[in-house]
């Protein structure tokens, strides 16, 4: 049996959505079992949300980009991992990041990095999207990584876009395949 834990902050719903589209594509990947860890409002984890992160065998960050980087809350939880750190706990899981943001690029490549590195400090094992970009004359809004992430998942909600009208069904099956893919390195790497 393979554990992930999805850990992420959501301001408005749409980071939220777009952590249960990557849920979903881990779950349909046998022997996968998903913890869901979301940062509240504060940027705070309840205690057995840190035990679930520990035992879990890979790790996916979530977190919309604020000002051209991840939100306030996340960069709590981020700091706040520094017990695990000194301990080594996360040392050698598989790690991977996604981020929503209002504009097409809104700087989410930064976020991303951030992410990147937090793994790293981790001795984490980073996992990217193995997917093309829909990048086409032919190439339609809802293809698959249209936003073209590729160290990343990268979605867009627009500034006035309720949650039921973002992301897009196409960035919600790429968070999906994205699942997937997680899920089916993560069974490889635990063997």
Known sequence: MTRVAIVYHSGYGHTAKVA?????????VSD?????????????LPEQAWDALAVADGIIFGSPTY?????????????????????QQ??????????NSASMNGDKLSTLDYMF?????????????????SNTKAATRNDVNYIAGVSGLMTVSPADASVEEAPLPGELETARLFGQRIAQLACRWVR
Do not use: C, R, Y
């Open 117 to 133: 590195h937090l793994s790293q400090q981790h001795g984490g094992i980073w996992v990217g999207m193995g997917m093309l970009p």
């Open 20 to 28: 249960e589209a990557v849920a979903k594509g881990l779950m349909e």
């Open 67 to 87: 000002m051209s980087g991840p939100s306030w809350q996340f960069k709590k939880f981020a700091d706040g991992s520094s017990a695990p750190w000194v301990a």
């Open 90 to 99: 996360w040392k050698d899981k598989l790690f991977a990041g996604f981020t």
């Open 32 to 44: 996968t079992l998903v913890d869901m860890v979301p940062i509240d409002a504060e940027g705070n």
